[in-house]
Each structure stands twice: as C-alpha cells, then as structure tokens.
C-alpha cells in the first residue's frame, strides 16, 4: 500500500522566506526542507564551512607539503565507484596545481575487492611509493595499514564511510570519525579530497610557496567534485549543495573538464542545461560502469586527460559499457523477480538473494531496484572467490543498515566475514555456505528492528498547487535549484481529467491532462497502457525543450483513480 504524505511546514518560515523574495512556492518547499534563513541558501564559494574544524586536515596537509619538499612519490589509492573515481581525479589533478604530482592505483573489484586490503598494499608496493593516500576508502583498512607499516609505507586516509570498532593506525581525515567536529558530515569521498587540498594550499602559502597572487584556483576542481557529491547519493546539505551547485556553473559555462564534457555528450545531454539529474542519471552512472563492468582506470582516465578527442573516445566505451550493464542488470532482474514469485514477500521484512550467475558489478543496482519495488531493505549476492559470495544492499529510510549488519555481525561472529557501509547503502562478504543462515539472522535483525507501518511505501508531496502558480515561471524556479539525496525536487498533487493520451517511445505515455478548463502537456514514463478518465496525480512541473521553445510539462510519478 501506498500512503501519500503532505510534508508539513513551518508557516511562520514560510511567509518570511517569502517575504525576504523567495517564490511562495518555493518559500514552502524549502521551509518543509528545514530551511530557516535565507543565508542556508547561499551558494557562493564563501559559504562553504572551513576546513579547520575537520580532525587531522592541518596534520595531513604538513605531511603531504612535507612530501612535496622531499620529492616523495606519492600514490592514491582508489575506490572503484564514481566517488572513488572523482576524489582519485581532484587528487591528481589537485596535487598537480599545487607543484607535486602522483600516481594512482584502483583496485579491480573482481580481484582484489574493496578497500585497502593487504594484498593491495603488496600490489601497490612494486611502485615504490614514500606515501599512500587513500581516498573514498581506508577508514577500515586495519590489516592494510599495518601491512603497509610493515613495508615502511606511510599511510594517509581519506575517507567518508563510517568506522568501525577499531581504526587503522594512520593519520585519518574523515568527518565521520570519533572526535571531529566539523559541522557537516555528508561530505563525499571526492568532498573529503577537496577540503585536503584546500588545507594542503593554505599550508603552501603559509610556507612561503605561495602568496595571495599566486595561489592556484582549486574551483576549477568543482565540476568533478559535482559529479562525485550527486553520484554517490551522498545527503545534499548547505555545505554539499554549494560544492554541487558551484561545479554546476562550471559545466554550464563551459569550463568543465574534457572529461565530463565528453560524458555529457555521449548521454546526450547539453552540459549548457546542467542539472543534478543529469550527474546523477546520465553521467554518474556512464561513470559508473567502468568500475561494475570492467576496471576504474579507464573512468578515471577519461577525468584526468585534458584531450577532448580522447576523452570522447573513452567516454564513448563508458557509454557502450553502461548499455551492456543495463542488459546485464535486466537479466538479473527478471531472475529476481521470477524467485520471488514463490515467496509470500508481504510476510517478510527484507529480501536476501544470491544467484551463482549474477554479475558482482551489477547486484548493488538489481538491490536498489528491489528495495524500490517492494520497499524493504534488500540484500543481492553474487559468486566472489574461495567459497565466498560478496552482497550490496540498499535500504528504506527507517532502517540503517550498515547498524543492521553490524548487530548480525555481533550475534554471529563468525558469520559476516566484513562488511561496510552507510545507513542506505552497505556490502559484505559472507561464505556461499551460510547464505541460508545470513538470510534467516538478517530477516529477525530486520523484524526488531522496524515496526509493520515502516513496510508501508510512502511518497511525500509538497501539497497541492493553485491553478494560478502552475506555469512555467515555477517550473524555471524549481529547474534552477540543487536537488537530490536528502534534499529531494518537490512534487506536488492534484486531481486531472486524461484528455488526451497517446504512447511515444514505444514504452511512455503523452498525456494531456485537464484541470478546471485549463490544459496541461504530460508525460508518464515507462508505462505503455492507457490511463482512466479522472486521476489523482503525484506530479513535478518541469520546464521542456523542444524545437528551441521551452514549455511547462508535468512528470507524472505516481497515480491512482480518481472515482
């Protein structure tokens, strides 16, 4: 069942918003979204929290300038997804502004799995390097930073992911580590980099590198710490949505790198119209599918060449990978869904699959989709090595799975070989063998923890619209904000007469919907059946451009008959 929610709002905020010039509209939508002052709206670089109060930032930006001076070889250590592959990029691309220079290593998923492993420290090891620095990953890395001491490498994380009981015994930058106290924790790995460099410059300077005049511009660095925030689904609050919203001028303006230049072009997208959408549908996940299907390298590659022509060429292979993991994930799915069909899903309140022919790079978006479905916390498994399966799962909101796994973790120790993650999104390893087992612990962990009201699948509305606001100045309005994790687009609802409605695309609906005489150009995606007369409709009034004429459009998202 689906239950509609109007989100409630401060009334008094509201109108004061209004008052200060805000949209009443939009004043509303931002009140519901914890919006108080219009200073929390600010989106200009010098909103951006200080680095100060991050742990360990002044530490970590002497030892990398002290590496500089010393012309040590540094290496950075990635993660294989879009986080991974854009804090790798602002590194090096970072480091180099500033006069040093490094290397980079990402782990092949289907070699060495996730993180700083020991086998990865050996690996990285043949380069020689004088320092690691991990990024979007290392927070827990014990046994490979002791590994990485005893090889007398040095050891500099980077990281946003939770920590565990123990942490590794190296210099750590992470804002979610105990006793940091900076103010926002939702930076993403690429965030997380980003505030080391702007750290690493003041030290610079403060070293005599440097002076006000000379200092090099790491906002250039923006548009792919954009990509990254939105990618990583990563909560957008006041400090994320100016990182995002500032690399999103960049784009629009033409001053993106090759790279993302390139990836806009091969989605078929105008980098000129840049939104959040497009980093987190279109290019994030071209990005993506170099670590899910192949090796990050190549994602990283195209972020880092500054040759447009090459750039393309390898954005154009991250476009014919993405089609190939859609084909892949379309497979898994109807395995999915053809499994579930003997099992009574109402009666559970989570669902752990495993199929011994699922693709490892694929299963965390086939967990997605089933937790969307059926709006449980789902769990997918795919065949790792020796005996192992590694899972990926996403969660509702009422339920944190990372704590999930961890309270299974602790009644079984011998159960869960390592796990990690975030309250939405975490993966783990178990032995093949005690999949069943898993299943049955992670099912009554599930059940304590959420209520049968938590099961129910509920879509939050900015409330109704008056007939007199729903034009194209709102849409503009709304298309010209950051939206996303944490901060989502408002939708609104109202009850239409279908005047017309014919099929496009062979698989979405055109609609013209009817309200009090007026008329209103529609579209309904992925749905190729004709619609009832009357509808009540959860909507997003968009802007849409075709021909050069720019209209207003609403995007159906959800609908019932209206009797």
């Given at each position: 069942m689906v239950k509609i929610i109007p989100r409630p709002y401060p009334e008094a905020i509201a109108n004061t918003l209004a008052d200060a010039g805000l949209h009443p509209v939009l004043a509303r939508v931002y009140a519901a979204r914890q919006i108080t002052r219009m200073a929390q709206l600010e989106t200009r670089l010098a909103?951006?929290?200080?680095?100060?109060?991050?742990?360990?930032?002044?530490?970590?930006?002497?030892?990398?300038?002290?590496a500089f001076i010393r012309k040590e070889r540094i290496l950075v250590v990635a993660d294989y997804d879009a986080d991974g592959a854009t804090a790798c990029a602002v590194a090096l691309r970072g480091l180099g502004l500033l006069g040093g220079s490094a290397d980079f290593l990402v782990p092949n998923r289907f070699e060495y799995g996730y993180g700083l492993?020991?086998?990865?420290?050996?690996?990285?090891?043949?380069?020689?390097?004088?320092?690691?620095v991990t990024v979007d990953?290392?927070?827990?890395?014990?046994?490979?930073?002791?590994?990485?001491?005893?090889?007398?490498?040095?050891?500099?994380?980077?990281?946003?992911?939770?920590?565990?009981?123990?942490?590794?015994?190296?210099?750590?930058?992470?804002?979610?580590?105990?006793?940091?106290?900076?103010?926002?924790k939702n930076l993403a790995g690429v965030g997380v980099m980003f505030y080391v460099l702007l750290a690493l410059r003041a030290e610079l300077r403060a070293r005599g590198v440097f002076t006000a005049g000379t200092l090099p511009n790491l906002a250039q660095l923006l548009d792919i710490v954009a990509l990254g925030t939105v990618a990583d689904v990563v909560r957008l609050d006041d400090n994320n949505r100016i990182l995002v919203e500032q690399g999103l001028r960049r784009m629009r303006a033409g001053r993106s790198c090759?790279?993302?230049?390139?990836?806009?072009?091969?989605?078929?997208?105008?980098?000129?119209?840049?939104s959040a959408f497009d980093l987190g549908f279109m290019v994030g996940p071209r990005l993506n599918a170099a670590g899910r299907l192949e090796d990050m390298s190549l994602g990283i590659?195209?972020?880092?060449?500054?040759?447009?022509?090459?750039?393309l060429t390898i954005a154009q292979r991250l476009h014919a990978l993405n089609a190939e993991r859609r084909t892949i994930e379309a497979g898994m799915q109807e395995t999915a869904l053809a499994s579930l069909d003997s099992i009574e899903t109402t009666d559970s309140y989570s669902l752990a699959l495993f199929d011994p022919d699922w693709h490892?790079?694929?299963?965390?978006i086939l967990a997605s989709r089933l937790k969307d479905k059926y709006h449980r916390p789902a769990i997918c498994f795919a065949r790792g090595n020796d005996g192992e399966i590694k899972g990926s799962g996403r969660s509702i909101g009422a339920l944190h799975l990372r704590d999930a796994l961890d309270i299974v973790s602790k009644r079984s120790p011998d159960l869960i070989l390592k796990f990690g993650g975030h309250a939405a999104a975490a993966g783990l390893s178990i032995r093949e063998a005690d999949f069943a087992r898993f299943a049955t612990q992670f099912e009554q962990t599930v059940q304590g923890?959420?209520?049968p009201g938590d099961l129910s699948k509920v879509i939050e509305i900015d409330g109704e619209l008056p007939l007199q606001t729903l034009n194209l100045e709102l849409a503009q309005a709304l298309d010209g904000q950051v939206w996303g994790q944490g901060f989502p687009a408002p939708s609104f609802s109202g009850v239409f007469r279908v005047a017309q409605q014919r099929v496009v695309g062979e698989k979405h609906l055109k609609l013209r919907l009817e309200m009090s005489g007026q008329?209103?150009?529609?579209?309904?995606?992925?749905?190729?059946?004709?619609?009832?007369?009357?509808?009540?409709?959860?909507?997003?009034?968009?802007?849409?451009?075709?021909?050069?004429?720019?209209?207003?459009?609403?995007?159906?998202?959800?609908?019932?008959?209206?009797?």
């Amino acid at each position: 069942m689906v239950k509609i929610i109007p989100r409630p709002y401060p009334e008094a905020i509201a109108n004061t918003l209004a008052d200060a010039g805000l949209h009443p509209v939009l004043a509303r939508v931002y009140a519901a979204r914890q919006i108080t002052r219009m200073a929390q709206l600010e989106t200009r670089l010098a909103g951006l929290l200080p680095f100060d109060t991050l742990k360990n930032i002044h530490a970590a930006a002497q030892r990398l300038a002290d590496a500089f001076i010393r012309k040590e070889r540094i290496l950075v250590v990635a993660d294989y997804d879009a986080d991974g592959a854009t804090a790798c990029a602002v590194a090096l691309r970072g480091l180099g502004l500033l006069g040093g220079s490094a290397d980079f290593l990402v782990p092949n998923r289907f070699e060495y799995g996730y993180g700083l492993t020991p086998e990865i420290v050996r690996l990285a090891a043949g380069r020689h390097p004088d320092l690691i620095v991990t990024v979007d990953n290392g927070i827990a890395s014990v046994a490979g930073v002791a590994e990485a001491k005893r090889l007398g490498i040095e050891v500099l994380i980077t990281d946003h992911h939770l920590p565990g009981d123990e942490l590794p015994e190296a210099l750590i930058v992470n804002p979610n580590q105990p006793g940091c106290t900076f103010p926002s924790k939702n930076l993403a790995g690429v965030g997380v980099m980003f505030y080391v460099l702007l750290a690493l410059r003041a030290e610079l300077r403060a070293r005599g590198v440097f002076t006000a005049g000379t200092l090099p511009n790491l906002a250039q660095l923006l548009d792919i710490v954009a990509l990254g925030t939105v990618a990583d689904v990563v909560r957008l609050d006041d400090n994320n949505r100016i990182l995002v919203e500032q690399g999103l001028r960049r784009m629009r303006a033409g001053r993106s790198c090759a790279g993302i230049r390139a990836l806009f072009q091969a989605a078929g997208r105008d980098p000129a119209r840049a939104s959040a959408f497009d980093l987190g549908f279109m290019v994030g996940p071209r990005l993506n599918a170099a670590g899910r299907l192949e090796d990050m390298s190549l994602g990283i590659a195209c972020l880092l060449t500054d040759d447009d022509t090459a750039a393309l060429t390898i954005a154009q292979r991250l476009h014919a990978l993405n089609a190939e993991r859609r084909t892949i994930e379309a497979g898994m799915q109807e395995t999915a869904l053809a499994s579930l069909d003997s099992i009574e899903t109402t009666d559970s309140y989570s669902l752990a699959l495993f199929d011994p022919d699922w693709h490892q790079g694929v299963i965390g978006i086939l967990a997605s989709r089933l937790k969307d479905k059926y709006h449980r916390p789902a769990i997918c498994f795919a065949r790792g090595n020796d005996g192992e399966i590694k899972g990926s799962g996403r969660s509702i909101g009422a339920l944190h799975l990372r704590d999930a796994l961890d309270i299974v973790s602790k009644r079984s120790p011998d159960l869960i070989l390592k796990f990690g993650g975030h309250a939405a999104a975490a993966g783990l390893s178990i032995r093949e063998a005690d999949f069943a087992r898993f299943a049955t612990q992670f099912e009554q962990t599930v059940q304590g923890l959420l209520s049968p009201g938590d099961l129910s699948k509920v879509i939050e509305i900015d409330g109704e619209l008056p007939l007199q606001t729903l034009n194209l100045e709102l849409a503009q309005a709304l298309d010209g904000q950051v939206w996303g994790q944490g901060f989502p687009a408002p939708s609104f609802s109202g009850v239409f007469r279908v005047a017309q409605q014919r099929v496009v695309g062979e698989k979405h609906l055109k609609l013209r919907l009817e309200m009090s005489g007026q008329l209103f150009e529609s579209i309904l995606f992925f749905r190729d059946q004709p619609l009832p007369e009357r509808i009540q409709a959860v909507y997003r009034p968009e802007t849409n451009t075709y021909n050069g004429v720019t209209s207003l459009q609403l995007k159906l998202e959800h609908w019932i008959e209206e009797t």
